[in-house]
T-cell receptor
Framework: AQSVTQLGSHVSVSEGALVLLRCNYSSSVPPYLFWYVQYPNQGLQLLLKYTSAATLVKGINGFEAEFKKSETSFHLTKPSAHMSDAAEYFCAVSGFLGGYNKLIFGAGTRLAVHP | EAGVTQSPTHLIKTRGQQATLRCSPI?????VYWYQQALGLGLQFLLW???????NRGNFPPRFSGRQFPNYSSELNVNALELEDSALYLCASSLASGGDYNEQFFGPGTRLTVL
């Protein structure tokens, strides 16, 4: 079965500091991997996705993630945090075994950005 | 282009009642997905409809049901409401499924409160 683990339910960074949100997946076959962001009282917005092309994926708002098969990881990074990045971030996986159209989400990481 | 819309925004019911949630997909999208975001349980896949048929179902009891109409809009019905059904219900839509992944676009959600 596929699963996703997000390390750290809360991450706090200073404005301008590096953002690193951790995600590890469990899948017996290479999956599709996603990062979504959820602002308060809103739905989910796709930040970026990995679908077996380049292992370094660039997304919106300056975020990027690197697929590392050997570490079964897909960590999300941003070089310099902005106040507007404060939100909840979800890592998700889909793939053949679980069905491509069924997203399995991690528990989420709430990012706080302080001045 | 209008995004995924959901109604109502908020819904308050009492235990044992039935709730009906509605979703209109992005124009041209034929697949609709439902997810539950409950406090402490994270985001869980509920149902997937495509071309009017239920294609996949998450680990939820049968009192969670739905349907997709000819115009591809969808309803989620929750019968015999229980307190733990209180959650944000997110709807997403995508282009027709073809065995591979199609990006899911999420609506703002319906917050269901069961008293």
């Amino acid at each position: 079965a596929q699963s996703v683990t997000q390390l750290g339910s809360h991450v706090s960074v200073s404005e301008g500091a590096l953002v690193l949100l951790r995600c590890n997946y469990s899948s017996s076959v290479p999956p599709y991997l996603f990062w979504y962001v959820q602002y308060p009282n809103q739905g989910l917005q796709l930040l970026l996705k990995y679908t077996s092309a380049a292992t370094l994926v660039k997304g919106i708002n300056g975020f990027e993630a690197e697929f590392k098969k050997s570490e079964t990881s897909f960590h999300l990074t941003k070089p310099s945090a902005h106040m507007s990045d404060a939100a909840e971030y979800f890592c998700a996986v889909s793939g053949f075994l679980g069905g491509y159209n069924k997203l399995i989400f991690g528990a989420g990481t709430r990012l706080a950005v302080h001045p | 282009e209008a995004g995924v819309t959901q109604s109502p925004t908020h819904l308050i019911k009492t235990r044992g009642q039935q709730a009906t949630l509605r979703c209109s997909p992005i124009s041209g999208h034929t697949s609709v997905y439902w997810y539950q975001q409950a406090l402490g349980l994270g985001l869980q896949f509920l149902l997937w409809y495509d071309e009017g048929e239920e294609r996949n179902r998450g680990n939820f009891p049968p009192r969670f049901s739905g349907r997709q109409f000819p115009n591809y809009s969808s309803e989620l019905n929750v019968n015999a409401l229980e307190l733990e059904d209180s959650a944000l219900y997110l709807c997403a839509s995508s282009l027709a499924s073809g065995g591979d992944y199609n990006e899911q676009f999420f609506g703002p959600g319906t917050r269901l409160t069961v008293l």
